[in-house]
């Protein structure tokens, strides 16, 4: 499949090419292209930093919603070991657009869940586009229950624009679903690290977005509201989302300054996209640094301070009687 | 500042219906008049209409004593959202509540309990910073007393204008509940219409005892956005009580006026 470019990646990505071109057409050897070289390289340096560091809330959406992100079936090949998938919530059906399965990370064994889009229009068929019905909220229950029983600590994956609004979905409880998944991961008694990946997609995130440490890459956003619906709402134009997007406050940088995350992990150059293995190691190292302490807190104290942390999101006024 | 409810403290200015002497039932066209409709607990007598009402109502029709927590917080504009503070001043005149939800210790026939009621009336009863706060400090007061928790929900969902804020309250309630719930403190939701979005995917949904008045709108995902996704008509009665009663998610419908007795029943059991 060849790659998609977002229109302010554009520039980059062509004159990138340029250089490529040059160094294949010519090679280094010649002296007068050697300092044309390292002219185009100190303007693509330039022109990276120019457009990386001045991102809209905008920009950043639609890189968290790159169709060449990595996804969770990518991260879980570039970084686990000895992974099996584990299908169905036991009720009704298998969800594809939540994977959960078990798998080893430095030969620990560990639970895994994550959201899947897919990535070729079939497979984005097969996963509904990454977006759950009841069942993959209990399928992933489900198997965090069985990490818990058998003190393995959780990792999950969370890139969803949204739970999905259908009408076998609400037949079947999507609103009971996610709120007993919220309630259940607040006392899991087992570590559970998570990471936003791409889109953090409201309450189809949250329903499994209640842990110890939650992350979110670079890129990466999470809201209340996809941007499109805000505006629709806002405005009666879901076109104004670039607006709404500023509006909601969305990216990572905001996030960790409301204290509803407890970091930022790194992308690489331009986004994940960009480089799979390097996000992949990136969020290796990520995974393993906040295991080896989680692993250490007593339980107890562990679900004490994931209910606290939680209970103590929110802004407000204190107002005098 | 206790009062009877029962004996009916001036109860207030009855915003939810227009002023005047009558008005047209929504359902069936009627003209009522206001009078007979109070008597009636606001539901038409011709076609069942039930007509809204506010959290302060409910707290009347509900309880017998009650006295309101005043928790000394309000909602700010953390993310400089446009008009906000002005939908938040228009909230409060409109529903006379001081955000969307109300909270404080009841009892009911016999029974001490914790109750909170969502005001529609506010922000489409949305659920901020405050409303997440108000509820988890009640479930606290009801773990620490050991005494029954009661929520009327009313909502649209998570308060967009508060943004990822709004969505944290989802976890921040349910985490209370989740102790709540180790302290085997029994939680009795009660559903109106409509409750949908964040709160039924939160709270709402996670009471010990689930029930609901007939026909309220239900749901995670509202109707409209759900007709767009799919591009279908949605069926007959969809997301009312009747069928999420049909599909397993209620415990029972009850109608207004039996939402007191039926309340007592539960409590009494859970109480002997
Ligand atoms: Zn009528």
Redesign the interface.
């Known amino acids: 499949m060849s790659p998609i470019w977002l229109e302010f990646e554009r520039p980059i990505i062509e004159l990138e090419r340029k250089i490529e071109e040059l160094h294949i057409i010519t090679g280094e050897d010649n002296l007068q292209t050697k300092e044309k070289l390292t002219e185009l390289k100190t303007e693509l340096t330039k022109l990276k930093e120019d457009t990386y560091s001045n991102l809209t809330p905008w920009q950043r959406v639609q890189l968290a919603r790159h169709p060449d992100r990595p996804y969770t079936s990518d991260y879980i090949k570039l970084i686990f070991d000895d992974f099996l998938e584990l299908h169905g919530d036991r009720h009704f059906r298998d969800d594809p657009a939540i994977i959960t399965g078990i798998g080893k990370i430095n030969g620990k064994s560990v639970v895994l869940i994550g959201s899947e889009k897919g990535r070729k229009t079939k497979d984005r068929i097969y996963h509904n586009f990454g977006m759950a019905h009841p069942e993959g909220y209990r399928k992933a229950l489900r198997v965090m229950k069985l990490g818990e029983k058998f003190n393995k600590p959780i990792i999950i994956f969370i890139d969803t624009s949204a739970?999905?609004?259908?009408?076998g979905?609400?037949?079947?409880?999507?609103?009971?679903a996610?709120?007993?998944n919220?309630?259940?991961m607040?006392?899991l008694k087992v570590p559970i690290l998570i990471m936003i990946t791409g889109e953090g997609g409201?309450?189809g995130a949250?329903?499994i977005?209640?842990g110890d440490v939650v992350l979110v890459q670079e890129y990466a956003f999470?809201?209340?509201?996809p941007p499109e619906?805000?505006a629709a709402?806002?405005w009666k134009d879901a076109s104004r989302a670039p607006e709404a997007a500023k509006?909601?406050?969305?990216t990572s940088k905001?996030?960790l300054e409301?204290k509803?995350i407890d970091g930022i992990i790194e992308e690489p150059d331009g986004g994940t996209h960009r480089d799979f293995k390097k996000a992949a190691t990136i969020l290796k190292e990520t995974i393993l640094k906040h295991l080896n302490y989680l692993s250490d807190i007593p339980t107890n104290v562990l679900v004490e301070k994931?209910?606290e942390k939680?209970?103590n999101?929110?802004?407000?006024?204190?107002?005098?009687? | 500042m206790w009062f009877k409810t029962k004996k009916g403290i001036k109860p207030a200015p009855k915003r939810e219906v227009p002023n005047g002497l009558w008005l047209k039932c929504n359902g069936c066209g009627e003209i009522l008049y206001n009078k007979e409709l109070a008597k009636n607990l606001w539901i038409c007598e011709k076609c069942n209409y039930y007509f809204r009402i506010s959290s302060k109502k409910y707290i009347e029709i509900l309880t017998d004593e009650f006295t309101l927590k005043?928790d000394?917080?309000?909602?700010?504009d953390?993310?400089e959202?446009?008009d906000y503070t002005e939908k938040l001043k228009s909230g409060k005149e409109r529903s006379g509540a001081k955000d969307a939800i109300i909270t404080g210790e009841a009892k009911i026939g016999k029974h001490r309990v914790a109750i909170g009621a969502m005001e529609f009336k506010f922000m489409g009863g949305s659920m901020?910073?405050?409303v997440?706060?108000k509820i988890?400090r009640i479930i606290n007061l009801a773990e620490k007393e050991h005494i029954p928790f009661i929520l009327v929900g009313a909502s649209g969902g998570?308060?967009?204008q508060?943004?990822?804020?709004?969505?944290?309250?989802?976890?921040?309630t349910?985490?209370?509940?989740?102790?709540l719930?180790?302290a085997k403190v029994p939680y009795i939701s009660i559903l109106t219409n409509p409750t949908?979005?964040?709160v039924?995917?939160?709270?709402?949904?996670?009471g010990d005892i689930v029930i609901a008045e007939p026909n309220a709108l239900?749901?995670?995902?509202?109707p409209r956005?759900?007709k767009q996704?799919?591009k279908?008509d949605?069926?007959e009665g969809?997301?009312r009580s009747e069928?999420l009663l049909e599909?397993?998610?209620l415990d029972a419908i009850v109608e207004r006026k039996e939402l007191k007795t039926t309340l007592i029943k539960i409590l009494d059991f859970f109480n002997s």
């Open positions: 739970a999905y609004p259908g009408i979905a609400e037949e079947r409880g999507q609103a009971q996610i709120a007993e919220i309630k259940a607040s006392t409201s309450g949250l329903g977005g209640v999470y809201s209340v509201i619906a805000c709402i806002l509006s909601l406050k969305l905001k996030l409301f509803v994931r209910i939680f209970a999101m929110g802004i407000y006024k204190k107002i005098k009687s | 005043e000394l917080i309000e909602s700010d953390p993310l959202f446009k901020g910073s405050v997440g706060e988890k998570a308060r967009m508060e943004g990822i804020l709004s969505l944290m309250q989802m976890a921040k349910s985490g209370a509940l989740a102790r719930g180790e949908t979005g964040g039924m995917a939160s709270y709402a949904s996670l239900l749901g995670f995902a509202g956005v759900i996704t799919i279908q949605l069926p969809f997301q069928f599909h397993g998610f």
